[in-house]
């Protein structure tokens, strides 16, 4: 069992920076991949960003690759966004996700963890 929690989300203008973070816990949590994803108002949710267990693979979603940085830090059971150069379209709540599958994916309902997420506004 993983318990997941958010937080660093708020309301930030067009071109600024949000870090979020995601505590995580269990002992096992470096068996997890981990996964950002966000769900806008009126939307599906979609990933943002995944990172294996031991923090070598990342992948990103086209739109903000090159703006969003994903890691993990084990030793401290954390997950963290860092979020650069945030657009309106940014604007969603975000979710901190375990999957504790061999197969790292992006797909939301492989993973098992979720967080209550965490409101992410950006201003034009």
């Known amino acids: 069992q993983v318990q997941l929690v958010e937080s660093g989300g708020g309301l930030v203008q067009a071109g600024g920076s949000l870090r979020l973070s995601c505590a995580a816990s269990?002992?096992?949590?470096?068996?997890?991949?981990m996964g950002w994803f966000r769900q806008a108002s009126g939307k599906e949710r979609e990933f943002v960003a995944i990172?294996?267990?031991?923090?070598?693979?990342?992948y990103y979603a086209d739109s903000v690759k090159g703006r969003f940085t994903i890691s993990r830090d084990n030793a401290e059971n954390m997950v963290y966004l860092q979020m650069n150069s945030l657009k309106p379209e940014d604007t969603a709540v975000y979710y901190c996700?375990?999957?504790?599958?061999?197969?790292?994916?992006?797909?939301?309902?492989?993973?098992?963890?979720w967080g209550q997420g965490t409101q992410v506004t950006v201003s034009s």
């Open positions: 996700a375990a999957d504790g599958d061999l197969v790292l994916t992006s797909e939301a309902l492989k993973y098992d963890y």
């Open positions: 269990g002992r096992t949590f470096s068996t997890y991949h």
């Open positions: 990172i294996s267990t031991s923090g070598v693979r990342k």
